[in-house]
């Protein structure tokens, strides 16, 4: 493609492009770190995270000539919940319709349009994962739902790099209907906080036991799409009950 | 991206995916080629045209390991003319804004809308220059129009394939968001089977006192967007911790 344009799409007052992180998750193939980086440049985002990619490659993708501003200014991770912790909406991305049923899944065009709207007021997320397996249920329990783009899989599943500038450009579209006005939502650090607390509640009256339910609850405690000022009452409500509970004490069943 | 879907995104009453034929001109890195037609096979289309490919690239593009029905039923061209000859609508893609006005240029989301109508009557064409020059004057002037994806262009121009990719995908997007399939909300009743239990629960814990603050938690429980699956969920949660509680007392302050 020739390029002459100097517009920059990105100056779309219903998208702000500087809250927008994209998350690779165990990436093994530099050119794909390195596709992902460009669709990034082309469509003016700039904040890319890597959770354990593959590190030869990343140090390829890193130092092959050309390397842009946004594969430099790129963080790795070690973790998806580190990645996501400063973020108010996760979203994770698949070609699955019906394999994880634990999420509600939006169709791009849909899901786009939620993360462009929380965009402009909170860091959101769009988490790939890697090439070969897609994201975990462990990843996806990081992730406040899914995003699908609707490819066909008859021959293969989709590029990640190609993936990549799709959501993007889907995020940078015109013609979208405007948001209407939404609280500013729990980042993930307030939900994590709710999370362990009410974890610590439920083990402390025997609902659960140990962590063998963590995931569940999890997910349950993203399904509630706390506001801010909601994932700040809910902490409140779980400490009290929690110090009235008193410490923990193996269930005698 | 992990593939489970087996929908097929171009069963769209306002597309004729078998009418779009996508045509490279020139291209020179078999990669593309086989991104391009990777691209076409994810998003349902099956008609690639290549007008004087780099002809080692294309015997390379054709015989690689995976190469799909779409490369292998791709035909070669010696010019764009023959190319397009059986089009009703041919649109030569661009980055440029101003470069060229001898020609029409639409931005991709109303190129494609027209692309589409016409596909339900006639071929159209979709075509792509090379990785370096992009289109020539003497391509353009096959073309009945240009469309441009809307891309920075400060770092860089754009992949090929990634820009196959956004501008198949642009072709099958819905027009109008489908909404996910949400779960069954929680009726009234069960909202309030919640809520009571929540206030004996904060009441219990010494969190509120009596029934002050009962409309705050009424729609501190209707801001979490229970489904009916989910409200059985918390209520047994609540149950436990309450059991767990004992009875009430009245708080000593």
Known sequence: MKRASTATPTSNRKLKADNVRVVLVSTRNPLNIGAAARAMSNFGFSNLRLVEPYEPSWREARSAVGAGPVLKAARVYSSLQDAVADCALAV??????????????????????????????????????????????????????????????????????????????????????????????????????????????????????????????RRLVRRMNLSSADAEVWFGILRQVKWKLGPHQLSPR
Chains 1, 2 share one sequence.
């Open 92 to 217: 994770g991305t698949t070609a699955a319709t019906g394999r994880d049923l634990q999420h509600p899944i939006r169709r791009l065009e849909a899901g786009a349009r939620l993360l462009r709207a929380q965009s402009l007021r909170k860091p959101v997320a769009i988490v790939f994962g890697s090439e070969k397996y897609g994201l975990s249920n462990e990843d996806m329990s990081w992730c406040h739902w899914l995003m699908r783009i609707p490819a066909r899989v008859e021959h293969g599943s989709m590029n990640l790099g190609q993936a990549v500038a799709v959501c993007l450009f889907e995020m940078i579209r015109t013609g979208t209907a405007v948001q209407p006005k939404a609280p500013v939502a729990a980042s993930g650090d307030e939900l994590d906080r709710v999370t362990a607390m009410l974890m610590d509640v439920l083990t402390t009256s025997g609902y659960v036991h140990a962590d063998s339910s963590e995931l569940k609850i």
